[in-house]
């Protein structure tokens, strides 16, 4: 732990420190215009909106129903395997007063 700590320190002393890219340099007269891809191109300009993808509620239910069918069926087999081999079984409340 003391080496791996030793190193750290070493290393961090020998390394300069990283510049962020969106800060200004030193050179006058070179200035960096924060530009986020995802929003603007490499002109600055905005880009176009992206298009929709429509029926998005149907797709989600379409993944979603059979994965939660799935879910139950390895659940209610995995509870008759419970019971079967008498690990879990639920008990029967005659409360037929």
């Known amino acids: 732990m003391a080496s791996a700590l030793g ?3 070493r290393l961090s ?3 300069p420190p990283r510049r962020s890219p969106l800060t200004p340099s030193s050179v006058p ?3 960096v215009t924060a530009c986020r891809t995802a929003v603007c191109s490499s002109s600055g300009a905005m880009l176009p ?3 929709k993808t429509p029926f998005g509620l ?3 239910a379409l993944i979603v129903v059979p994965f939660l069918y799935v879910g ?3 659940s209610k087999n ?3 395997l419970l019971e079967e081999h008498d690990i879990f079984v639920p008990e029967d409340d005659d ?3």
Do not use: C, E, M, S
Request: without cysteine; proline residues 4%.
């Open 7 to 9: 190193r750290l320190v």
């Open 13 to 15: 002393i020998l390394r």
């Open 29 to 31: 007269g070179n200035t």
């Open 49 to 51: 909106k992206p298009r």
């Open 58 to 60: 149907i797709r989600i």
């Open 72 to 74: 139950t069926q390895i």
């Open 78 to 80: 995995f509870a008759a």
């Open 95 to 97: 409360d037929d007063d």
